[in-house]
């Protein structure tokens, strides 16, 4: 019996020094997640405008979307009526019905009903001349976006100089005692704002680029409503 109480002991004894030698180790938690927002913060300053233009490219972009699809809605008879009218000599009802339909190709009839009795290239003159106001109009905004699509990268890469001087500035300051956490603040500001710049530049790229295929669309639209009013206008002269 003495003998399995000093094995006893001895176990408990050996237990509590191996407790003692080997504490129980705290798990080590991993990384913190990146968030975009806090990366966002470090780019500085040059974040601040490139997230003013990208809310100004998101305007144009979606503001150009109504007007451009607007004025590219048509009725598919426009050109039916506007020969019944002329045919029957009711000219203000054409240019009654023309406003009604309050389209940039509607404006351009308009136009050259307001011009009937006048010599042909005139008629053709008035019309061109009121289609470049019209395109002009739809195009309103994209030089801002083309403009934004070539500057933020360059912004981006100005952010990236900056925080690279800054970088190297506090390095020099810091003498022998570098640490990699005096530096990580010009890093990031260089690094973000690289990424950011080019988002926001290839975002405004794409938007751009959408947006004058649509104004093409109703470009071809208004072309085809005009050379189908200037044969109406001949049709006379060829019986």
């Known amino acids: 019996m003495n003998t399995y109480m000093l094995l006893a002991q001895a176990a408990g004894t050996l237990a509590d020094s191996l407790a003692t030698e080997n504490p129980v180790l705290t798990p080590v938690t991993g990384p913190e997640e990146m968030n975009m927002l806090d990366m966002a913060f470090k780019g500085g300053w040059i974040m601040i405008v490139l997230a003013v233009l990208s809310v100004i490219c998101f305007y144009i972009l979606f503001e150009r979307m109504y007007v451009i699809r607007k004025a590219g809605k048509e009725d598919p008879l426009f050109m039916d009526k506007i020969k019944d009218y002329i045919l029957s000599g009711e000219i203000k009802a054409a240019i009654n019905y023309c406003r009604t339909v ?6 351009m009839i308009e136009k050259g009903i307001t011009r009937l009795g006048r010599p042909i290239n005139d008629v053709q003159a008035a019309i061109e001349n009121v289609g470049n106001i019209e395109v002009a109009k739809l195009e309103k905004g994209l030089n801002v976006m083309a403009t934004i699509s070539g500057g933020a990268p360059m912004i981006g890469f100005l952010g990236t100089v900056t925080g690279m001087v800054r970088a190297f500035y506090e390095m020099a300051n810091a003498g022998n ?13 260089a690094m973000i704002t690289t990424v950011g710049g080019l988002i926001v530049g290839i975002i405004a790229m794409f938007a751009y680029n959408y947006l004058v295929g649509l104004v093409s669309g109703v470009v071809n639209k ?4 005009t050379m189908a009013f200037m044969d109406l206008l001949n049709e006379p002269a060829k019986k």
């Open 222 to 225: 208004m072309e085809t409503k």
């Open 177 to 189: 005692n570098i640490d990699i956490t005096l530096l990580s603040g010009g890093i990031y500001e």
């Open 102 to 107: 309050n389209t940039p190709a509607a404006r």
